[in-house]
């Protein structure tokens, strides 16, 4: 198990999440901030008097577009989501391998590996007008995917937030001829999200909820804390994130750390990956934590909560599931 692939699919995806290994550290009692190299720009068309367009990317950088941008690559499975979404999906002429949905991408090549290295020769013969490259994806792979001729835009960041996520719908909208879709497909998240907050703004009790991405160490689980956009879903499901004070979007924390913290509930972003309540359980340390001696340990689906794209509206009907059942 790797355990920077859940944080991958979340940034970018992306995770998000785009395969890095996640940095040994020992825990501490604030958790070390997790070192980006790409700011949280959002990103914005302008014209420009060398191209018919560019884009400021996520990462800061300006990029000149094409004209007519008819064939791209995606590097990331949020963003390959809201290509589809946004009925742009024929245009798709390679993807990652983890992008699985919808399930029409399974008719699409796929030019990364498990390790995330790329087939640059692919990529070259594939000539798309435009790759978009995910804000954790390598700087070397954006390097060489440009010596090739071929425009790379950043979408999404480490720091993403539910808004960020709605302002790559927009970019990615306009960069493919989809404005007005993309627009109608913002309002539409929002008008959805608003209702299932609402339906949560008056319960009568919050839980304390530890999020648990990825526990390949037990002793050194990492969680969400600020600048997540699942921190954001936690909340708005009527939740307390249990380490939301901490300044890093993807804390690694001690088990010293998730005892003292008192969680009610402890939600497993990384049962798609073989961690069970039961598992949790019989953990050296975990027996004293509320959630488990409740038994109110619960696995919830990855896919729609670590993935910064369209379906994140679905990740928060997930949420509201498991911490208020009693809401219809």
Not at 26 to 33: K, L, S
Not at 55 to 63: C, K, L
Not at 121 to 136: K, R, T
Not at 181 to 204: F, I, M, P, R, T
Request: glycine share 6%; with cysteine.
């Amino acid at each position: 198990m790797k355990s920077m692939l859940r944080i991958v699919l979340l940034s970018v995806g992306l995770l998000i999440s785009s395969c890095a290994t996640a940095p040994a550290q020992a825990p501490t009692a604030t958790p070390a901030p997790v070192a980006t190299t790409a700011p949280t720009v959002a990103p914005t068309v302008v014209p420009t008097a060398a191209a018919p367009a560019s884009v400021t990317d996520s990462a800061g950088r300006v990029v000149p577009i094409p004209a007519n941008v008819t064939k791209i690559i995606s590097l990331a499975p949020s963003t390959t989501e809201i290509i589809f979404a946004l009925g742009k999906g024929s245009q798709l002429v390679a993807i990652d391998m983890y992008s699985d949905y919808p399930p029409e991408v399974s008719k699409i090549a796929k030019i990364s590996n498990p390790d995330m290295t790329y087939n640059y020769e692919q990529i070259a013969v594939l000539a798309p007008d435009m790759v978009f490259a995910a804000g954790i994806t390598n700087p070397d792979v954006i390097t060489a995917i440009e010596k090739l001729k071929i425009p790379v835009v950043v979408i999404g960041s480490v720091n993403t937030t539910v808004e960020s996520i709605k302002s790559d719908i927009q970019v990615v909208g306009t960069l493919l001829g989809a404005s007005p879709e993309a627009l109608a497909l913002n309002d539409k998240l929002q008008s959805d999200w608003d209702g299932l907050v609402a339906k949560v703004a008056n319960v009568s009790a919050k839980p304390r909820v530890f999020w648990e991405l990825d526990a390949t160490d037990p002793s050194k689980p990492y969680t969400i804390g600020a600048g997540s956009f699942v921190n954001d879903l936690l909340i708005a499901a009527g939740g307390v994130n249990v380490f939301g004070d901490v300044k890093n979007p993807y804390p690694q924390v001690s088990v010293e750390q998730v005892v003292a913290a008192s969680p009610d509930i402890i939600i497993l972003a990384d049962s798609l990956y073989g961690v069970s309540p039961d598992m949790v359980a019989k953990r050296a340390g975990w027996s004293d934590i509320p959630a488990v001696k409740s038994q109110a340990v619960m696995p919830i689906d990855d896919n729609l909560v670590s993935r910064p794209g369209p379906r994140f509206v679905e990740g928060l009907k997930s949420v509201i599931a498991i911490l208020h059942p009693e809401v219809k």
